[in-house]
């Protein structure tokens, strides 16, 4: 029978969620939204000595700035909660003792003195079924002397029972069927006495299992640990249960080998994580999408294609084309090469499918850095922006671009200055003050008609007296189309401009 499909995102919050766990949130988001199923937040947090404060609350910020809903979870409750694993610890205890009564697990005393020793001893020491004999344990000490132990207080952890030279079948839905033999497995620590805590092993796979989780879609670093959780599995009687295993490609660094880092993102210049991060042992600040301009639509699309793609060259998605085009067939066993290019692209792109008015209101608070908006309309800002934006990846890019449209130059670029400013230029200026004052409308298709029209039957040399124009209103010989500026700027501020670059400009 089909089980309905209940996925998961099991973040641990020691530190600021990476992009490449964006990415597996959002991967696991797209499958339960495809499949109807549910998508699960799980907390993660067993491993007391990683515990950062702000981090559980980054998670949910940053999934919420994406739009990467969640069904169940600790905010949004759910019939299998608690979703928090520091919140679990009944739960846990049970079944590690299962696993005790059962001979599937045992009692380690070893002291990190003692195991440091043996390694020290023995090359390439493992803790398995050719050293266990060798060690503190409960297979190798009589039960009285385990239990006096126990009663005196001794710190123990339960290590689980690996058989060797077993072969252990992985079935991942990305990398097809891989066999493992388990005498390369260590017999993994499941619990703690010193802190009454499972290992991620132990609390992962019962949360799992107790979840009803039917696929778990994970980052690549995890598959090393699948073989453990299929024997896990097995030891618990619920080999039928196991969920349906998805290793997800790396996202390797934009040049070179290896692993995309956060120390790539600083010497690149590029964010490693969805939002700011203010880390709060050192104060440092790492930067975030969000605040780096990036709108979240684009930054889901950029992710969602870093390691899939729909079988053709579409790049462009909505969040309901990705759900409905997403598919695990689909995704790359190599790495994705982490384009940094590529997200600006995938910025620019959503920019241009905001419609104006959007943008301004997105662009208003950069703006408000500089000048009093309260002097301008939102009609006057719309079109401001409607002017430029094919020219901006970013927001923020806008203020550069429109500068002029808020604040008459004062200042006029040097080169242009010398490459367009002529000795009559003062006096053709003033004539075509002249000829704009008799415009009874300033839409620049009409303008510019009236404009060139004189130019033409002056026989003025075209380039120069529309680039000092230019220079004059915008103070360089750049920008959009000319009569599209005057047509917003209106008659009077154009006409006021062009006379203070004449009584400024001098050559
Ligand atoms: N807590 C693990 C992590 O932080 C979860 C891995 C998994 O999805 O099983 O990545």
Request: charge should be negative; proline fraction near 4%; glycine fraction near 8%.
């Amino acid at each position: 029978m089909e089980r309905p499909v209940r996925v998961r995102f099991a973040p641990s919050p020691t530190g600021p969620l990476h992009i490449g766990g964006v990415r597996t949130a959002l991967y696991n988001y797209l499958f339960a939204r495809q499949n109807h199923g549910a998508m699960i937040l799980r907390i993660e947090d067993t491993d007391s000595t990683r515990f950062v404060p702000g981090a559980e609350e980054y998670i949910n910020e940053a999934l919420a700035w994406l739009g990467i809903g969640i069904d169940e979870g600790v905010a949004e409750g759910g019939n299998f909660g608690p979703y928090k694993q520091s919140e679990r610890r009944d739960i846990y205890r049970q079944y590690v003792k299962q696993l005790l009564d059962a001979g599937r697990a045992y009692i380690a005393f070893d002291t990190p003195a003692e195991l440091e020793a043996k390694r020290a001893e023995i090359k390439n020491f493992q803790y398995d079924a050719s050293t266990r004999g060798m060690m503190r344990n409960s297979l190798s000490l009589s039960a009285d002397e385990v239990q006096r132990l126990i009663d005196a207080g001794e710190k123990y952890v339960v290590r689980f029972l690996i058989e060797p030279d077993r072969d252990v079948i992985v079935n991942d839905l990305i990398r097809g069927r891989v066999t493992i033999n388990s005498s390369i497995l260590d017999d993994k620590v499941l619990y703690k006495s010193a802190d009454d805590l499972p290992t991620y092993h132990l609390a992962n796979i019962v949360d799992d299992h107790l979840m009803e989780v039917s696929h778990v879609i994970r980052g690549e670093e995890w598959l090393p640990s699948a073989p453990l959780h299929v024997l896990l599995y097995e030891a618990f009687g619920w080999a039928d249960t196991m969920p349906q295993f998805v290793h997800l490609p790396l996202l390797l660094k934009p040049d070179g080998k290896g692993k995309l880092s956060k120390r790539d993102g600083d010497r690149l210049g590029f964010p490693v994580f969805p939002l700011d991060w203010h880390d709060p042992a050192t104060g440092d600040l790492s930067r975030g999408y969000r605040e780096a301009g990036y709108l979240p639509e684009a930054v889901s699309n950029f992710l969602a294609l870093l390691g899939w793609n729909d079988g053709t060259d579409k790049e462009l998605f909505s969040m309901d084309e990705l759900i409905a085009a997403f598919s695990f067939d689909h995704c790359s066993k190599k790495g994705a090469k982490f384009d940094y290019e590529k997200g600006k692209w995938f910025n620019h792109e959503y920019i241009m499918r905001l419609d104006d008015a959007e943008l301004a209101q997105l662009f208003k608070p950069v703006l408000a850095q500089h000048i009093d908006v309260s002097q301008f309309t939102d009609e006057y800002i719309t079109a401001a922006v409607g002017l430029i934006k094919s020219r901006i990846n970013f927001v923020s890019d806008a203020w550069e671009h429109t500068r002029f449209f808020f604040v008459a130059p004062t200042e006029f670029n040097e080169k242009d200055v010398k490459k367009r400013w002529k000795e009559d230029t003062p006096a053709i200026l003033r004539e075509l003050i002249d000829v704009l004052r008799g415009l009874d409308d300033m839409t620049s298709a009409h303008a510019e008609e009236v404009v060139l029209g004189w130019i033409k039957a002056n026989e003025y040399h075209m380039g120069n007296v529309m680039n000092a124009f230019r220079l004059t209103v915008v103070g360089e010989c750049k920008g959009p189309h000319m009569f599209d500026i005057t047509q917003l700027l209106g008659k009077d501020e154009t006409i006021a401009r062009i006379e203070r670059g004449i009584a400024t400009i001098t050559i």
